[in-house]
């Protein structure tokens, strides 16, 4: 086989690929709009994906407040300008803005996307998802559906917790270890945020909620080849959605504050 | 309008170059228990997905009390499926269901039941199938292999289906026990008057459970007949397989190839 070949054949299985991603994807918000809903389900995945979460996703954002607010302070003290309502501004706007939603939705994807790939993949290989046909059920309504629309309305709720706890962190280092006034630094992070700053974060936690579930489900649903295929699935669900979650916030920025 | 409860015709599916079902035919008439026999990757497995709708044939046709269910839409396929109970090889439970949630399962996802109505025409199920009432809180995941075929008979019964397709009920659980799943075969059969439709190469399972034998060779109906003349077929094929001979006309597949 010749170097074109192999390339022609890796570009016809990657447009393979997205064309059966965008489908999956198409097939999937249709069944989110229609009936019948599984409430019941849709409730258990918001505790698996939203609440259990929240013990991970405050870890996370508390140092990563934490050191923001250490290392900035560094940058500021070599150049000697004045640091104190600087670093609050720093600390609160790459929170809500960037390091938030991003590192949320890494963890998510991580804790997540990875569980729903493999609990879906078994499902896959030990016919469970044939079961359902012959019971008569949609396999995307059944368990596609109650994923996606989980993620997409748990996340943001998650990013709202972590935004606030990311601040607290940075808010510690602050007061405790750099010695700064607290009600200056709080006042001077709450004038500094402005609602595009929180929303734009939001729509962040929102679309990283479904690509996390999306491809969780996707990888699940066509994994094959028993113990293996799962944890390939798995692999893929994990390295797919962070990717995505890295170009896509990269968009969604350029998006909101661009101009 | 016609009799026929399950229609193939010259139904074709390969994957990729393996060519598995090349031209099967089989009619299977209302009441009937039809055993399909055949050696392991001689297609029978494809032919009830292909039935169920889990894979699409390449050609050909296969009707469902003379519907056509090729290619048919969602909403037609959940329709026809609600006739038809499938009991999988491995069972197929799901492991994040109680026995009982399980039993249940296609009363209250496939067709709307609430709970409370439902979880006493599975318990009935599960009583049928011989499993009493310790069992109903127990996670699939606690019970032996052949407990779990039980289980998975009663769910496939618990929606009353007018057709039951059995993948290999007695591979993979002790004799005994494939002795009762056979007898809650045929008691299940008789009960409700579904027609059968039955998968496997064990010998003694399928001349207990069927009225009518077929035998799946490289793809192809070879053999068709009543359960008593299969001693008596005329066919190399079909006396190679029941009498389990090394030798003898079919080509076993080496894996190395």
Same mark, same amino acid.
């Given at each position: 086989?010749?170097?074109?070949?192999?390339?022609?054949?890796?570009?016809?299985?990657?447009?393979?690929?997205?064309?059966?991603?965008?489908?999956?994807?198409?097939?999937?918000?249709?069944?989110?709009?229609?009936?019948?809903?599984?409430?019941?389900?849709?409730?258990?995945?918001?505790?698996?994906?939203?609440?259990? *979460?929240?013990?991970?996703?405050?870890?996370?954002?508390?140092?990563?407040?934490?050191?923001?607010?250490?290392?900035?302070?560094?940058?500021?003290?070599?150049?000697?300008?004045?640091?104190?309502?600087?670093?609050?501004?720093?600390?609160?706007? %790459?929170?809500?803005?960037?390091?938030?939603?991003?590192?949320?939705?890494?963890?998510?994807?991580?804790? /997540?996307?990875?569980?729903?790939?493999?609990?879906?993949?078994?499902?896959?290989?030990?016919?469970?998802?044939?079961?359902?046909?012959?019971? *008569?059920?949609?396999?995307?309504?059944?368990?596609?559906?109650?994923?996606?629309?989980?993620? /997409?309305?748990?996340?943001?709720?998650?990013?709202?917790?972590?935004?606030?706890?990311?601040?607290?962190?940075?808010?510690?280092? %602050?007061?405790?270890?750099?010695?700064?006034?607290?009600?200056?630094?709080?006042?001077? %992070?709450?004038?500094?945020?402005?609602?595009?700053?929180?929303?734009?974060?939001?729509?962040?936690?929102?679309?990283?909620?479904?690509?996390?579930?999306?491809?969780?489900?996707?990888?699940?649903?066509?994994?094959?080849?028993?113990?293996?295929?799962?944890?390939?699935?798995?692999?893929?669900?994990?390295? *797919?959605?962070?990717?995505?979650?890295?170009?896509?916030?990269?968009?969604?920025?350029?998006?909101?504050?661009?101009? | 309008?016609?009799?026929?409860?399950?229609?193939?015709?010259?139904?074709?599916?390969?994957?990729?170059?393996?060519?598995?079902?090349?031209? $099967?035919?089989?009619?299977?008439?209302?009441?009937? &228990? $039809?055993?399909?026999?055949?050696?392991?990757?001689?297609?029978?497995?494809?032919?009830?997905?292909?039935?169920?709708?889990?894979? !699409?044939? #390449?050609?050909?046709? =296969?009707?469902?009390?003379?519907? &056509?269910?090729?290619?048919?839409?969602?909403?037609?396929?959940? +329709?026809?499926?609600?006739?038809?109970?499938?009991?999988?090889? &491995?069972?197929?439970?799901?492991?994040?269901? !109680? $026995?009982?949630?399980?039993?249940?399962?296609?009363?209250?996802?496939?067709?709307?039941?609430?709970?409370?109505?439902?979880?006493?025409?599975?318990?009935?199920?599960?009583?049928?199938?011989?499993?009493?009432?310790?069992?109903?809180?127990?996670?699939?995941?606690?019970?032996?292999?052949?407990?779990?075929?039980?289980?998975?008979?009663?769910?496939?019964?618990? =929606?009353?289906?007018?057709?039951?397709?059995?993948?290999?009920?007695?591979?993979?659980?002790?004799? =005994?026990?494939?002795?009762?799943?056979?007898?809650?075969?045929?008691?299940?059969?008789?009960?409700?008057?579904?027609?059968?439709?039955?998968?496997?190469?064990?010998?003694?399972?399928?001349?207990?459970? &069927?009225?009518?034998?077929?035998?799946?060779?490289?793809?192809?109906?070879?053999?068709?007949?009543?359960?008593?003349?299969? #001693?008596?077929?005329?066919?190399?094929? $079909?006396?190679?397989?029941? +009498?389990?001979?090394?030798?003898?006309? =079919?080509?076993?597949?080496?894996?190395?190839?």
């Amino acid at each position: 086989m010749t170097a074109v070949q192999t390339v022609g054949r890796l570009f016809l299985a990657f447009l393979e690929m997205v064309g059966q991603v965008t489908v999956f994807t198409l097939v999937a918000i249709s069944h989110c709009l229609r009936p019948p809903f599984y409430f019941r389900l849709i409730g258990r995945q918001m505790m698996e994906i939203g609440y259990y *979460s929240l013990p991970v996703i405050a870890l996370t954002t508390l140092f990563a407040g934490m050191v923001l607010a250490l290392q900035s302070y560094t940058g500021f003290a070599r150049n000697s300008v004045g640091a104190e309502s600087a670093i609050a501004e720093i600390v609160v706007l %790459s929170i809500t803005r960037e390091l938030g939603p991003v590192l949320a939705g890494l963890m998510v994807a991580a804790r /997540v996307g990875s569980s729903i790939a493999a609990e879906i993949g078994t499902m896959r290989v030990t016919e469970q998802i044939d079961a359902l046909v012959t019971l *008569s059920t949609n396999p995307y309504k059944y368990l596609v559906t109650p994923r996606v629309l989980a993620g /997409v309305f748990t996340m943001p709720l998650l990013i709202v917790v972590g935004d606030i706890i990311g601040v607290f962190g940075g808010y510690i280092v %602050s007061i405790y270890k750099l010695g700064f006034n607290p009600t200056l630094y709080l006042k001077t %992070s709450w004038d500094k945020l402005f609602l595009e700053d929180v929303t734009c974060g939001l729509v962040k936690a929102a679309v990283f909620g479904f690509i996390v579930t999306l491809m969780g489900c996707y990888q699940g649903y066509h994994s094959r080849g028993g113990a293996q295929g799962v944890g390939t699935a798995t692999i893929n669900s994990v390295v *797919s959605s962070s990717i995505l979650i890295l170009i896509l916030n990269y968009l969604i920025s350029a998006m909101f504050f661009g101009t | 309008m016609t009799d026929i409860r399950i229609s193939l015709k010259d139904v074709h599916k390969r994957f990729s170059t393996k060519v598995v079902l090349d031209g $099967v035919n089989l009619d299977i008439m209302p009441g009937e &228990s $039809v055993v399909i026999i055949g050696g392991s990757g001689s297609g029978k497995s494809v032919t009830l997905k292909c039935i169920l709708g889990l894979l !699409t044939p #390449d050609s050909g046709d =296969i009707e469902v009390d003379g519907e &056509s269910v090729v290619g048919i839409g969602d909403r037609e396929r959940e +329709h026809i499926n609600a006739k038809i109970g499938m009991l999988f090889q &491995s069972a197929a439970l799901f492991d994040s269901l !109680t $026995v009982w949630e399980n039993a249940a399962f296609g009363l209250i996802a496939g067709k709307g039941m609430s709970r409370r109505d439902a979880q006493p025409i599975a318990m009935e199920k599960l009583a049928l199938v011989g499993l009493d009432d310790k069992y109903a809180m127990m996670s699939p995941a606690d019970l032996s292999g052949g407990m779990r075929k039980r289980v998975g008979l009663a769910r496939a019964i618990a =929606i009353e289906p007018e057709i039951l397709f059995f993948d290999e009920p007695t591979t993979g659980i002790d004799p =005994i026990m494939g002795d009762i799943i056979n007898e809650l075969i045929i008691k299940c059969c008789d009960e409700t008057g579904a027609t059968a439709l039955t998968i496997t190469h064990d010998m003694a399972s399928a001349r207990k459970i &069927s009225d009518r034998i077929a035998m799946l060779y490289k793809g192809k109906i070879v053999w068709d007949g009543p359960t008593r003349e299969i #001693d008596n077929a005329d066919n190399a094929i $079909v006396q190679q397989f029941i +009498h389990g001979r090394a030798e003898g006309p =079919i080509e076993i597949e080496s894996r190395r190839a």
